[in-house]
């Protein structure tokens, strides 16, 4: 079924696309022959800090223009910025989900007032203002805390509660199943049921869950950056980019265009096949339709 779903496959394109550019971003800007850390002034105009040329200074040097002020080359810093975007957005998915898979799984088993906790705490983080949370703790975070690091960690953190509740309703359906209950009438133990017979049949909804919520995390990143408290400069970031290409927009709106065209297919594939995979693994979907 995924490989007739067209979508899914246009966002399995764009997210092999960007990874490949994250992955070879040293040997593209090599063969490209720039760095997104070195200013070019001479590709300025130095009345008005202009890129030089047409279309944001787009040249064979160049293949997407410069910053203005800058000069620092614009595909150096989407190719890199894919990187940064791609490992923060794939290590704070992989700390919600862990973290969601072992409260939601654990608490739809246990049940009793263990579960209730879960509960009542996975309700009060989807309900905590996160976002100012995160702004104010990127800003009263000593620089020598690895901003990587920290963007991980706060982000991953964050996302566990709606992982948990779709983890916790799947465990409470399927320990009613019949096989649950012979394990347990066969003399199983609840650590036995819980790995063997339970956990197989939660990967579908973790890996369904896990692949959704992956853009969410590259656009809390970029966010964050456009914010100004996400990766510090001159490490490339897309929302960094985004937010210096506002007050040139009028004029030179080609700083925009890419890192926000990047920003979108790297969202909009992961979504799509996110969708895909879900219509694919869910044997149901065909019924609703």
């Given amino acids: 079924m995924l490989r007739t779903d067209r979508w899914a496959l246009g966002g399995v394109v764009a997210i092999v696309l960007l990874g490949v ?65 791609f490992l923060i957005g794939l290590a704070a998915t992989l700390v919600s989900v862990v973290l969601g898979v072992l409260l939601g799984a654990s608490a739809g088993y246990l049940g009793g007032w263990y579960d209730r906790a879960v509960v009542w705490t996975a309700d009060v983080f989807l309900g905590f203002p996160y976002l100012v949370f995160m702004i104010a703790l990127g800003a009263v975070v000593p620089a020598s805390v690895p901003r990587p690091l920290l963007l991980v960690v706060v982000i991953g953190f964050f996302g566990w509660p709606s992982i948990a509740r779709i983890v916790r309703s799947q465990t409470l359906t399927l320990k009613k199943r019949n096989f649950v209950s012979a394990a347990r009438a066969l003399g199983a133990g609840p650590w036995h049921v819980f790995r063997v017979e339970l956990l197989p049949n ?62 979108f297919l790297a969202t909009w594939g992961f979504n799509v096949f996110g969708d895909g995979l879900r219509d694919a693994l869910d044997p149901r979907t065909e019924v609703r339709r």
């Fill in 202 to 263: 939660l990967w579908a909804p973790i890996i369904i869950v896990a692949t959704l919520s992956i853009p969410g995390k590259i656009g809390l990143e970029a966010a964050l950056s456009f914010l100004g408290v996400g990766m510090p400069p001159p490490t490339p970031s897309w929302g960094r980019s985004i937010s210096g290409a506002i007050d040139w927009v009028r004029t030179d709106p080609m700083l925009l265009i890419f890192p926000g065209l990047a920003l």
């Fill in 21 to 85: 550019v994250a992955a070879a971003a040293n040997l593209l800007t090599a063969i490209e022959g720039q760095d997104p850390f070195t200013y070019h002034n001479e590709a300025l105009d130095h009345a008005t800090g202009r890129p030089a040329g047409t279309l944001g200074g787009v040249s064979g040097a160049h293949w997407f223009g410069v910053e203005p002020l800058t000069g620092r080359d614009v595909f150096a810093i989407v190719a890199f910025g894919a990187r940064t975007s």
